[in-house]
């Protein structure tokens, strides 16, 4: 089985412009969520969704905001970019119930200046 | 609010010994747990899921669970270099509509 993928791996942006992130789940998972993880620093909930749902919310100002497809694809946008916005974005999959194991993308390194 | 700690380390453990690492959280209806592992600059990976009070044992590592004194640790024996990395504890529960709880992760290193 495919694992997660996720485009582009690596991203440069200026800041105010704005970017989208895309995140392929493995066949058969419903639940995509997506996470933000500067240097030194945990796992930041993003959001969550489940079949083309957002579910679960995290802190994050408006900028962020995501969508899933009925494939169960997802894209992340994040609008007027600030250099803080410079991070790793982390999109996992799953079934989406409790009892099943988040799988994670590589990644997308995303660089603001 | 519910929360997820970790020590956040580093925790240096000699080559050969046992590591162990410790997790709590704040949600009493707590219902899957899981140990992930994440080198540096790469993506988390799973390790151990553990959903019954008791110990579970795969390979060198073993997850334990005690849901009445809400921890969960995890043990590495015979340590290797190789084990070095950040651990993650995650929670999650039909309370929290079924959203990972994370923890920040312990740095563990393992010097040879």
């Known amino acids: 089985k495919a694992g997660v993928t996720q485009t582009p791996r690596y991203l440069i942006k200026t800041r105010g412009q704005q970017v989208t992130l895309s995140c392929s789940p493995i066949?058969?998972?419903?639940?995509v969520s997506w996470y933000q993880q500067t240097p030194g620093q945990g796992l930041q909930f993003l959001f969550e969704?489940?079949?083309?749902?957002?579910?679960n919310k995290g802190n994050f100002p408006g900028r962020f905001s995501g969508r899933q497809f009925s494939n169960s694809r997802s894209e992340m946008n994040v609008s007027t970019l600030e250099l803080g916005d410079s991070a790793l974005y982390l999109c996992?999959?799953?079934?989406?119930?409790?009892?099943?194991?988040?799988?994670f993308g590589p990644g997308t390194r995303l660089l603001v200046l | 609010q519910k929360e997820v700690e970790q020590n956040s380390g580093p925790l240096s453990v000699p080559e050969g010994a046992i590591a162990s690492l410790n997790c709590t959280y704040s949600?009493?209806?707590?219902?899957?747990f899981f140990w992930y592992r994440q080198y540096s600059g790469k993506s988390p990976e799973l390790i151990m899921s553990?959903?019954s009070n008791g110990d579970k044992e795969d390979g060198r590592f073993t997850a334990q669970l005690n849901k009445a004194s809400q921890y969960v640790s995890l043990l590495i024996r015979d340590s290797q270099p190789s084990d070095s990395a950040t651990y993650l504890c995650?929670?999650?529960?039909?309370?929290?509509?079924?959203?990972?709880?994370w923890g920040a992760g312990t740095k563990l290193i393992i010097k040879p």
């Open positions: 996992a999959s799953s079934l989406g119930d409790a009892q099943e194991t988040q799988y």
């Open positions: 066949s058969g998972h419903r639940s």
């Open positions: 969704y489940f079949s083309e749902t957002q579910r």
């Open positions: 949600d009493r209806v707590s219902q899957s």
């Open positions: 553990i959903y």
């Open positions: 995650a929670v999650t529960s039909r309370g929290s509509n079924y959203q990972l709880i």
